[in-house]
């Protein structure tokens, strides 16, 4: 079965906003990790995140991490027109060589 | 340069076809994905090498067979095509994923968009 799902499935927000996406999985994890889709693209990396770490930063984007609560928010501050994409969490298991599962992601819409 | 390219960008091919995708990397990777991506976005795995060696083979036709010369390709043969296989499949490559935390963050292709008609 999928292992994330993220919430919302799509999110319109105005330019200068912040926009929030979660992700919710099911079994233990060894990292989380955030990718970028844009429209007739292949997937681009955004930020990994360790199950020893709770909170990381990289540029406008802050992902969360809670894995007691099996959770992880992608927060992109001041977003630009350029920010709309699909975004996906993907997850990796604890197990070594465990491959990535890819939520359902979300459609960010950011208007100008 | 390019580090994951795949070709073709667009396949549009008859049911009952055989059709196969191509993809190379030039990142010095050691592990190579095939991932189909449906009309709602959910990106599936389908198969992994790691230096020529298939580690992950998920619940796929056989009708699928993924061929890897060696470390830096990975191509996608499709035989007997169905409509059900149109879709967008995704090359990627990671470092040697047995490596663990780190070494699978992948680098994805443009895609490669099949429809069968």
């Known amino acids: 079965s999928q292992q994330g799902e993220e919430d919302p499935q799509a999110l319109s927000i105005q330019e200068g906003e912040n926009a929030t996406m979660n992700c919710s999985y099911k079994t233990s994890i060894n990292n989380l990790q955030w990718y970028r889709q844009n429209s007739g693209r292949g997937l681009v990396h955004l930020i990994l995140?360790?199950?020893?770490?709770r909170e990381k930063h990289s540029g406008r984007l802050r992902v969360t991490l809670d894995t007691s609560k099996k959770s992880s928010s992608l927060l992109i501050t001041a977003s630009r027109a350029a920010d709309t994409a699909s975004y996906f969490c993907a997850t990796a298991g604890l197990t070594s060589g465990s491959r990535l599962t890819f939520g359902e992601g979300t459609q960010l819409t950011v208007n100008p | 340069d390019t580090a994951v390219s795949q070709t073709p960008k667009y396949l549009v091919t008859q049911m009952g076809n055989d059709k196969s995708i191509k993809c190379e990397q030039n990142l010095g990777h050691d592990t190579m994905y095939w991932y189909k991506q449906d009309s709602k976005k959910f990106l599936k795995i389908m198969f992994s090498?790691?230096?020529?060696?298939?580690?992950i083979n998920e619940t796929v036709p056989n009708r699928f067979s993924p061929k890897s010369p060696d470390k830096a390709h990975l191509n996608l043969h499709i035989n007997s095509l169905e409509l059900g296989d149109s879709a967008v499949y995704f090359c990627?490559?990671?470092?040697?994923?047995?490596?663990?935390?780190?070494?699978?963050?992948?680098?994805f292709g443009a895609g490669s968009r099949l429809t069968v008609l």
């Open positions: 990627a490559s990671s470092q040697d994923l047995r490596r663990g935390t780190g070494a699978n963050v992948l680098t």
């Open positions: 995140i360790r199950s020893n770490e």
């Open positions: 090498y790691n230096n020529k060696e298939l580690i």
